[in-house]
């Protein structure tokens, strides 16, 4: 570890509180210019850190860069440090684990990133990741037969539901099959991507992308303003990002070592049930109400004719009904 990382782990221990150049100079056996420079430095990486004579360094509550160094104490057993990577940003976290599968990383691998260039939701859709977002993607490597793939979605819409009500104290609904939602409007969005063994019958691995819209700084693209909001309307009052990736690492990584146990809490959390909706899908593309949620994750819907079909696929929009 260097000691860059050695100071900022010491500073998020103690956040909030003054831990002097001496003090910090004496733990790790370095000069007191070496701190300094250390501090400068994450300062640079957008660190929140006051400085001030005779008072020493003082991580600010408010400061939320994504750190492997504040995430780690917070992940459960078996995932550690080792698990994970926490990169400034990339073209998409899904793609950066793609290549990480490819080179036999064992499940629980993870990136997360600040921002995403080129973030990709289900159908190639553009997926807007300005940084302040939390945007990861973790590895598994499941024993599941391809017809059941579609539990790894469900379980990680559950996770992440979990994971925001425990830190953030905010209840996310989920509309069918990927989409988190929150006071009618998209704050986040799950991409499940898979390479499968098609003799075996079986899945290689699984990748499971999230992107969470946590606040934003700027203003939203025209085409996305009127459905993406955020957890916050302005920026959190604290910062939880770390806090709140280690939660959704721990939901997902267990959750996902079972994941059609996550049915019932899909069910629960699921809002489309009961509503009008517009189908647009290969099977059939018409209005129709959504019923429920079938056994195997499907969407149980009935078209105007009184034809019943469970999708397995395809786009649904709800109707507003006057």
Known sequence: MSLKEQVLDVLISHRGEDISGQDLAGRFHVSRAAVWKAIRILKEEGHLIEAGQNRGYRLLQSSD??????????????LDKTFITVIKECSSTNDFIKQCAAANAPSGTCIIADKQISGRGRQGRIFYSPSGGLYLSMLFRPSLLIRESAFITIAAAVAVCR???????????IKWVNDLFLNGKKV???????????????????????????????????????????????????????????????E????????????????????????????????????????????????????????????NSGEVHIVNVE
């Open 163 to 173: 994971a925001v009500k425990k830190v953030c104290n905010i209840s996310l609904e």
């Open 252 to 311: 997902l990584y267990e959750l996902e070592q079972s994941p059609a146990s996550s049915l019932e809490q899909y069910r629960t959390l699921s809002f489309l049930p009961g509503r009008m909706i517009k189908v647009v899908s290969g099977v059939r593309t018409g209005m129709a109400k959504a019923l429920a949620i079938t056994d195997e994750g499907c969407l149980l819907v009935e078209y105007e004719d009184h034809t019943q079909i469970a999708l």
């Open 188 to 250: 986040g969005g799950i991409l499940t991507e898979a390479a499968a063994d098609l003799e075996g019958g079986m899945l290689e691995y699984a990748i499971v992308g999230i992107g969470l819209n946590i606040s934003f700084d700027e203003t939203l693209p025209e085409e996305i303003n009127a459905i993406a909001g955020a957890l916050y309307e302005k920026k959190p009052p604290k910062a939880l990002r770390c806090e709140l990736a280690a939660a959704i690492l721990n």
């Open 65 to 78: 860069v994504l750190s492997e160094a504040a995430i780690a104490p917070l992940l459960n057993a078996p």
